[in-house]
């Protein structure tokens, strides 16, 4: 656990994860029902079915983060991406065959990252971006971003993030940025 101020970074494995699912989708919710994402309680339902399946992998890892007196501001999960990982598949030009090589160890895909307005602009979505792959066995993590969400592309940027593509992550989304982080 990190604390900066009053907010209190967790790292959790799957099963802490779940215990805490109500925490993960109060900020998704919120946070993914403003633009560029308007994503209905339909969507956050269809996303934590998702959650559900993710948590049960064994290199599962999420972090969340609350003010001292409990109150859910941020979170971001992700997981190993096995050989048969379907990311790849998604972009609209293929990558080189190395690049799209997993194993189950090589790449954290990074599923959700989010804090809540109240809490944005503090340094939050760093200490949970940090919390995820401290630690972690990955050459490298790879998200998808909407290319309209200007302040989370920018962040990954800062990070050491690049842009390997785009892709639809899922029938009918919008076209993505994917973006990949070297950690070696």
């Keep these: 656990m990190t604390q900066q101020g009053t907010v209190t970074v967790e790292r959790m494995d799957g099963p802490a994860a779940e215990r805490a699912e109500d925490a993960f989708r109060l900020v998704y919710a919120e946070a993914f029902a403003q633009p560029p994402y308007n994503e209905?309680?339909?969507?956050v339902t269809a996303t934590f079915r998702r959650f559900h399946s993710q948590t049960r992998r064994a290199t599962f890892r999420a972090a969340l983060a609350r003010t001292g007196d409990g109150e859910p501001v941020g979170m971001a999960y992700g997981h190993s991406l096995g050989s048969d990982a379907e990311w790849w598949d998604r972009l609209t030009e293929p990558v080189p065959a190395d690049m799209r090589r997993e194993d189950g160890h090589r790449t954290l895909g990074l599923m959700e990252l989010a804090v809540r307005a109240p809490w944005r602009g503090q340094g939050v979505a760093r200490r949970l971006h940090e919390a995820l792959i401290?630690?972690?066995?990955?050459?490298?993590?790879?998200?998808?971003?909407?290319?309209?969400?200007?302040?989370?592309?920018?962040?990954?940027?800062t990070w050491g993030y690049r842009k390997i593509g785009e892709a639809r992550p899922w029938e009918g989304a919008d076209l993505h940025n994917v973006m990949l982080l070297d950690l070696r």
């Excluded at 209905?40 to 969507?43: A, L, P, R, Y």
């Design 40 to 43: 209905t309680e339909d969507d």
């Design 134 to 157: 401290d630690g972690v066995e990955a050459e490298r993590v790879l998200l998808n971003v909407h290319p309209d969400s200007k302040a989370a592309s920018a962040a990954y940027r």
